[in-house]
């Protein structure tokens, strides 16, 4: 059963506004236990996502070998 572990994050963008807005491509910072960080990007469509509306995604990451510390989910600097 050898093989690398991995990960899955999944989440989902809302619009709460009142404006329909693009959703910018996503950052993904995953930390290892006493390890270090990687960071993977997800890219988006931007197309326009209406008020109230949602925007689902999910990736299968490669794991830490040591395990998980901590998964955060930002998004990309300067691509609004």
Not at 17 to 41: E, F, H, K, S, W
Request: net charge negative; hydrophobic share 30%; no cysteine.
């Amino acid at each position: 059963a050898g093989g690398n572990a991995h990960l899955l994050v999944e989440g989902a963008v809302r619009n709460y506004g009142t404006d329909a807005l693009a959703v910018p491509p996503i950052t993904m910072t995953v930390t290892g236990n006493g390890g270090p960080t990687t960071r993977y990007y997800l890219e988006t469509d931007r197309t326009p996502l209406a008020p109230g509306a949602e925007y689902g995604f999910s990736s299968r990451l490669d794991a830490p070998p040591n395990g998980v510390a901590s998964v955060s989910i930002t998004f990309q600097e300067g691509s609004r």
